[in-house]
């Protein structure tokens, strides 16, 4: 499934131990393993063109400070080329521990524009990097290399947001107790009914092949969004308009057929989850839930603490042709405090299948969906 995997590093706490999950990935798929760094020689340079004026006045003299620069550029593209070289050590070891093929790579620009550059136009599989870099502090959250990355790649990008304990905790609780790996038994997927939700469910399904994990569904339906229309309609509504529109009928039918069918197709998208993942060999567990969906899941994910949660770049009802996230993802790959695997794999599932678990409706709920304008 991934036979390419691409590794941004910069000897953070969470890029070393994005190189761990990598390498894990990469011995069980036999991945090529490419790792990555970024350096900002000509950012350097920039600025030291800018704070020239600051340079005592034996340096300012034309032919002196065409020498420093010379002699800095050439420190600064050195350094910081040796600097790149050092970052990559640490995983081409771990690569050729595992025996796997490595190559690292090294540019010079801005890290997010370079990455995502390369990574778009190059043959690989999946893009995994540490939420946060050298640059984080207490309240950051998502680093801006790890956004832009995250929302401009057009691969799989596996966001690492999960850090090992400190040492201490491993000596008095054991190595399985200590990194949560007792507990992580589980990849949780987000359903929606999309090809992007079914393709995210697939590759979860490969993953619990490869690391003996089990798969969770879940699927979350919004019953109450049309409570806020309405009563927003109502303030605007004209007495006469309201006569017109039917509001008090229109609101009973909503209560009545639409919410209860918004359930029955949501449940149907889990059961059509659970038919791809018994032909593909694995028992899958379902969970329906309402509210709004991010929310519903990220409280889902605290309180089950997930190996690994799966979701699709985009959802149902996103445009075919976006290219960044949807708001929905966007949101948990944010907020969720597992790992986050954002896919582009599209499954559409056989017609029969669809047809054998779509939604069903009585002639009762039939008869009044003739009334829905």
Not at 75 to 84: D, R
Not at 133 to 138: A, C, N, P, T
Not at 339 to 355: C, F, G, I, N, S
Request: charged fraction near 25%; aromatic fraction near 6%.
């Amino acid at each position: 499934m991934y036979k390419t995997i691409y590794v941004p590093v910069d000897n953070s706490d969470y890029s070393n131990q994005a190189i761990n999950v990598a390498v894990d990935l990469g011995k069980a798929f036999q991945s090529k393993m490419v790792g990555c760094h970024v350096y900002a020689a000509k950012m350097h340079n920039y600025r030291f063109k800018q704070m020239e004026y600051t340079l005592p006045e034996e340096y300012l003299e034309e032919t002196e400070l065409d020498r420093q620069r010379k002699i800095h550029d050439s420190l600064i593209t050195m350094g910081l080329k040796l600097i790149s070289d050092g970052y990559l050590v640490p995983m081409q070891q771990r690569c050729v521990e595992a025996g796997l093929e490595f190559e690292p790579r090294m540019m010079d620009g801005k890290h997010s524009t370079e990455i995502v550059a390369d990574v778009n136009a190059g043959a690989y599989d999946l893009v995994v990097l540490g939420v946060l870099g050298l640059g984080r502090v207490r309240d950051s959250s998502v680093g801006s290399v790890c956004e832009r990355v995250a929302r401009r790649s057009n691969k799989d990008v596996l966001i690492v947001k999960n850090l090992p304990q400190a040492d201490q905790s491993a000596e008095r609780d054991g190595n399985a107790e200590r990194d949560g790996t007792a507990e992580r038994d589980t990849i949780l997927v987000g359903i929606d009914g999309s090809p992007q939700s079914f393709g995210a469910l697939m590759t979860a399904i490969d993953l619990a092949k490869r690391f003996g994990k089990k798969v969770e569904a879940i699927a979350v339906y919004d019953p109450y969004l049309h409570y806020t229309v309405f009563n927003g309609i109502v303030n605007v509504l004209t007495e006469k308009a309201a006569k017109v529109f039917r509001f008090e009928e229109q609101n009973q039918l909503h209560e009545e057929v639409i919410d209860t069918g918004l359930a029955q197709i949501y449940q149907s998208h889990l059961e059509v989850a659970g038919t791809m993942a018994a032909e593909a060999g694995v028992e899958i567990q379902k969970t329906l839930l309402d509210g709004k969906a991010f929310q519903k899941v990220l409280n889902h994910a605290r309180k089950t603490n997930p190996w690994l949660l799966v979701i699709g770049r985009i959802g149902i009802h996103s445009p075919k042709e976006e290219t960044d996230l949807g708001s929905n993802t966007d949101n948990l790959f944010r907020s969720v405090p597992c790992d986050v695997l954002l896919t582009t794999r599209l499954e559409y599932p056989e017609l029969d299948v669809k047809a054998e678990e779509s939604i069903r409706w009585t002639p009762e709920a039939e008869q009044r969906m003739t009334r829905v304008p």
